[in-house]
């Protein structure tokens, strides 16, 4: 898909260079950043979701879950999100944007996790945080279609959720979309040094940095960290919206690759002038990638 970046996205990411959003990733930003949040807390649902939505208040295995059921209609299908974060960072108000105009699209009930994060928790205590949520929802779902979703580290966590599932044998969601999703935590990839240069969001120094508080001691190439590396097969549909000007892209061509190469069917969608996350932004791109994620999931 090639689209050109309207004026409300142009000026956006003109705001972004302005106020220097990329070096908040810097090693030095770092622990100012976690005590603010942790502090601040998880962003939660505004008064125009909750108009929406009843949200209901929930906790798995130590756990907090907020799920958003429609106020209006039957529930047409089961959505488990997975906010990104870099692993570190909580929800934000960008996110439950996104969801909410996601849900309403599809009169969905959607169920946001607040896994634990790093530096306060290892990767396997969240994964298994994410798995728990996940079998709960599942418990809990109505009999309609069912989708995994996660944007960034989420959308890393989402794919690495499924492929337990699958190796495990356990209920598989009907669909899975991921949204600029970081799937190798290698960094090794030659072409990110370009890629650092076209992004304005995400720099690949902080990133390094940023995953160490996940890492803890796990070999960076194992599946549970790097899911690029599980394997796609037996997976359901995948779909994967990726933007060129954004680290993160060359994750998704090598999920693309990949997928072609094992001929597993894989939903690809490109918007070449995009950033990290963008359809979580109040620009006219975002509408497109809402639409292509809604036809997916309903299709």
Same mark, same amino acid.
């Given at each position: 898909?090639?689209?050109?970046p309207?004026?409300?996205a142009?000026?956006?990411?003109?705001?972004?260079?302005?106020?220097?959003?990329?070096?908040?990733?810097?090693?030095?930003?770092r622990?100012?950043?976690? &005590?603010? %949040?942790?502090?601040?807390?998880p962003?939660?649902?505004?008064?125009?979701?909750r108009?929406?939505?009843?949200?209901?208040?929930?906790?798995? &295995?130590?756990?907090?879950? $907020?799920?958003?059921?429609?106020r209006? #209609?039957?529930? &047409?299908?089961?959505?488990?999100?997975?906010? @990104? #974060?870099?692993?570190?960072?909580?929800?934000?108000?960008?996110?439950?944007?996104?969801i909410?105009?996601?849900?309403?699209?599809?009169?969905?009930?959607?169920?946001?996790?607040?896994?634990?994060?790093?530096?306060?928790n &290892?990767?396997?205590?969240?994964? +298994?945080?994410?798995?728990?949520?996940?079998?709960?929802?599942?418990?809990?779902?109505?009999?309609?279609?069912?989708t995994?979703?996660g944007?960034?580290? @989420?959308?890393?966590?989402?794919?690495?959720?499924?492929?337990?599932?699958?190796?495990?044998?356990e209920?598989?969601? +009907?669909?899975?979309?991921?949204?600029?999703?970081? $799937?190798?935590?290698?960094?090794?990839?030659?072409?990110?040094?370009?890629?650092? %240069?076209?992004?304005?969001? $995400?720099?690949?120094? #902080?990133?390094?940095?940023?995953?160490?508080?996940?890492?803890?001691?796990?070999?960076?190439?194992?599946p549970?960290?790097?899911?690029?590396? #599980?394997?796609?097969?037996?997976?359901?549909? $995948?779909?994967?919206?990726?933007?060129a000007?954004?680290l993160?892209h060359?994750?998704?061509?090598?999920?693309r690759?990949?997928?072609?190469?094992a001929g597993?069917?894989?939903n690809?969608?490109?918007?070449?002038?995009?950033? %990290?996350?963008?359809?979580a932004f109040?620009?006219?791109?975002?509408?497109?990638?809402?639409?292509?994620?809604?036809?997916?999931?309903?299709?």
């Open positions: 898909m090639t689209v050109q309207s004026l409300a142009r000026l956006l990411f003109r705001a972004m260079q302005v106020l220097g959003t990329k070096r908040l990733l810097a090693p030095q930003y622990k100012p950043l976690i &005590a603010f %949040h942790r502090l601040k807390g962003s939660l649902p505004g008064l125009r979701t108009m929406q939505f009843r949200v209901t208040d929930t906790c798995v &295995a130590g756990t907090r879950s $907020l799920v958003l059921t429609p209006r #209609g039957r529930v &047409a299908h089961e959505i488990f999100y997975l906010h @990104g #974060g870099g692993f570190i960072l909580p929800i934000t108000p960008f996110h439950w944007r996104l909410r105009k996601l849900a309403v699209r599809l009169n969905a009930r959607v169920t946001v996790p607040f896994y634990p994060l790093a530096p306060e &290892a990767a396997p205590a969240i994964w +298994d945080a994410v798995h728990a949520a996940y079998l709960d929802f599942t418990a809990n779902a109505e009999p309609v279609p069912r995994v979703m944007d960034s580290s @989420g959308g890393n966590l989402a794919l690495s959720l499924v492929q337990r599932l699958r190796n495990q044998g209920p598989m969601p +009907d669909r899975v979309v991921l949204i600029s999703p970081a $799937l190798d935590l290698t960094l090794s990839d030659p072409r990110l040094d370009a890629a650092d %240069h076209r992004d304005i969001l $995400l720099d690949l120094v #902080g990133l390094r940095h940023m995953t160490a508080n996940y890492i803890k001691g796990i070999a960076l190439d194992d549970r960290l790097s899911p690029l590396f #599980g394997g796609l097969n037996d997976l359901p549909p $995948l779909q994967v919206l990726t933007g000007r954004d993160t060359v994750d998704a061509l090598r999920l690759d990949l997928a072609r190469d597993v069917p894989l690809f969608v490109n918007f070449p002038d995009m950033i %990290h996350v963008w359809p109040p620009i006219p791109e975002a509408r497109q990638a809402i639409k292509a994620m809604t036809d997916f999931i309903a299709s």
